[in-house]
């Protein structure tokens, strides 16, 4: 059975999971979606609808940066994280280790409470 997130944990997410990705090297749409399939134990699978609308919003915002690679057999869009990208990055995942902490906090209570 398929696990499936909700959109709304997938929204929330999005960001430090792509400006994660991209702090490990420039990479394009593809590939991003791969790896976030990969890291989920293959259980996280985002479509192209979701993932270009992020990318547009990140480089409207400063945050990343695209770029065509005509080298190989096709030419692809890349993308590239920047130096504003990087101090968001850091934000989005303090923010997430605090967010983590709680459930986890909450997960024990509720443990403990069965």
């Known amino acids: 059975m398929e696990e499936s997130v909700s959109r709304e944990i997938m929204g929330a997410s999005s960001v430090p999971l792509i400006l994660s990705i991209l702090s490990e090297g420039d990479t394009y749409g593809y590939e991003i979606m791969q790896k976030i399939y990969e890291l989920s134990d293959q259980k996280i699978s985002w479509k192209?609808?979701?993932?270009?609308?992020?990318?547009k919003r990140l480089e409207q915002q400063g945050l990343i940066k695209s770029y065509w690679n005509t080298k190989g057999p096709r030419a692809r869009k890349y993308f590239k994280i920047l130096k504003p990208g990087t101090k968001a990055l850091e934000k989005e995942l303090n923010d997430w280790r605090l967010m983590i902490s709680v459930m986890n906090k909450l997960c024990n209570i509720q443990l403990n409470s069965i």
Do not use: K
């Not at 192209?48 to 990318?55: D, F």
């Open 48 to 55: 192209e609808g979701s993932l270009y609308p992020v990318l």
